[in-house]
């Protein structure tokens, strides 16, 4: 399978995207989303850094 990869930003074409992770309470999961350097968009919040990545391709009207 092919590896997901980031596109740029749906909103400014930037380059600068990367996937951050954040967690609520210290022993709760990891949630991951898409974050743009350039103007501060950010993707849905996932699960899974897979599905983040896919959620964010999405958002450019692309299949992921």
Known sequence: ???LE???CPFCE?????LATEQML???PNRYYAECM???A???VSSTRKYAIIKWNKGRGEDA
């Open 1 to 3: 399978m092919p590896r």
């Open 6 to 8: 980031l596109k740029p």
């Open 14 to 18: 930037g380059k600068g995207v990367l």
């Open 26 to 28: 210290p022993s709760g």
């Open 38 to 40: 350039s103007c501060l």
């Open 42 to 44: 950010r993707g849905p």
